[in-house]
C-alpha cells in the first residue's frame, strides 16, 4: 500500500507489518493513487502540486506539476487529477506528461473540483463544491467535455467513490451522499454515529467510511447497487480516520485499511463486523490517505 503521512509517502507491506520505502513530497498529501503495475505513484499534494513517485530503482520523486492538486484517479494509461477552481487536469500515465485541462464550467459559473472517481476508464465523476456533480467524457483525453452536472449533494465534498450504478460522496458532517447514476438522481444520505466522514471506499458488497472520531462505518450496499444497510461501526481507532482502503488478508478474509492521522494505519477483518477486536497496535503515525 502507498500511504499518505502528511509530507511525506510510504510505501509498506501490509501483511508483513514493515516498511519498504518513504519519499517527501512537496506539501501535505491529499490523495494518493497508483497505476496499476505498481510503478508510479501519482499524489496530489496541498500547496505543493502534483507529484509522481517512481518506486524502481528506488522510491523517488520523478516529477512535479505546479497545479493546484487535490484529488487523483486514474486508468490504465490516463490520471485525471482534481484541481480545485482549475478543474480537471489530464496526463498520460505512460509517459507522465500533462495532456489536458478542463474547466468545470457549468451555467457560466466555475465551479472547484474537490474530488474525482473513474467510471468504464472513459467518465470522470468530478464532486465540486455547492453540492454540484458533474460528469466528464475523457474517451480522448486531449479533448475532454462536460457530458452534464446537476447539484446532488449537500455539505463539502471530502471523497467520492462509485459502483456500477451509484455514486457515494463524502460529505464531512453531512455524511455520506447516495446518487442514481442511472436516474443522476440523489436519493438518500447515510450518517455515521462518529462525526464527520472524510473518506468512502466501494468494496465487494460493502461500502466502507473513515469517520472523525477514529473510526469505521461499514454498510451493506443491496441487491439494487444503491441502497445501504448498516453493518457495523467502530470508534477504536486513535485520531482521525482520514482514510479507507480494501484488501485481501490471510486466508482470503476482506479487510478494510484504515488510516488515521495520530493512529496509523489500522487492518481490521470484515467478515464479522459486529465482532470486532481491539484493532491492531499501529506502525506508522500520521497516515492520512491510502492507495
Known sequence: ???????????????DKRSLGRVHVSGTARSVAATSNGKSVYVACHNGGLNILHTAPAFHVAGQFAVPAVGVALTATVAVVACNLMGLCFFDTRTHTWTSTLPLIVGGTSFRAKAVQILHDRYAYVACDSGMLVVVDFTDPRRPTILTAKRLFHGDAHAIALSS???????GSKGVAVIDLHRFKAVGVARAAYGSVFDVHVAPHQLLCACQVGGLAVYDIHDDQISLTLAGQTNAFDGISHGVASGVADKRRDVAVVTCQSGG???????????????????????????
Open 1 to 15: 500500500a502507498f500511504v499518505a503521512c502528511l509530507t511525506h509517502v510510504s510505501w509498506i507491506h501490509l501483511q
Open 165 to 171: 450504478t451509484a455514486a457515494y460522496v463524502a460529505c
Open 265 to 291: 494505519v489500522q487492518v481490521v477483518a470484515l467478515d464479522s463486523v459486529d465482532t470486532w477486536s481491539e484493532p491492531k497496535r499501529a506502525k506508522l503515525a500520521d497516515a492520512c490517505c491510502i492507495m
